[in-house]
């Protein structure tokens, strides 16, 4: 069974950092690609950033420069390292996986594993 549990989220000044993390669990052919979605109120989930197993990154241009994903050796956690945040930033983050294709696609709908979600706020 695929388990996804975040951490890491708060709040922040513009300008800050925060770093996230996502513990995985459960059949590692299913989370061969794994992500970072988040979601502003009123807004759509959107997908920030991912990585497959292959080593693949995407980033969204709105983050591009400013977000890292990153994965320990075993796979085992993801990790968003989040610099220079801005209020536009804040929203719920989710991580998210998969089988290795999800990677290619950027809808939510690709993905059929979610952690609960943590919170980032950006405010001065």
């Known amino acids: 069974q695929m388990r996804l549990v975040e951490s890491g989220g708060g709040s922040v000044q513009p300008g800050g950092s925060l770093r996230l993390s996502c513990a995985a669990s459960?059949?590692?052919?299913?989370?061969?690609?794994m992500a970072w979605f988040r979601q502003a109120p009123g807004k759509e989930r959107e997908r920030v950033t991912s990585i497959n197993s292959e080593g693949r990154k995407t980033y969204a241009r709105s983050v591009m420069g400013r977000f890292t994903i990153s994965q320990d050796n075993a796979g085992n956690t993801l990790y968003l390292q989040m610099d220079s945040l801005k209020p536009e930033d804040t929203a719920m983050y989710y991580c998210a996986a998969d089988g290795i294709n999800a990677c290619y696609l950027d809808s939510p709908s690709s993905y059929r594993y979610w952690g609960q979600g943590t919170q980032v706020t950006v405010s001065s």
């Open positions: 459960g059949d590692i052919y299913s989370r061969r690609c």
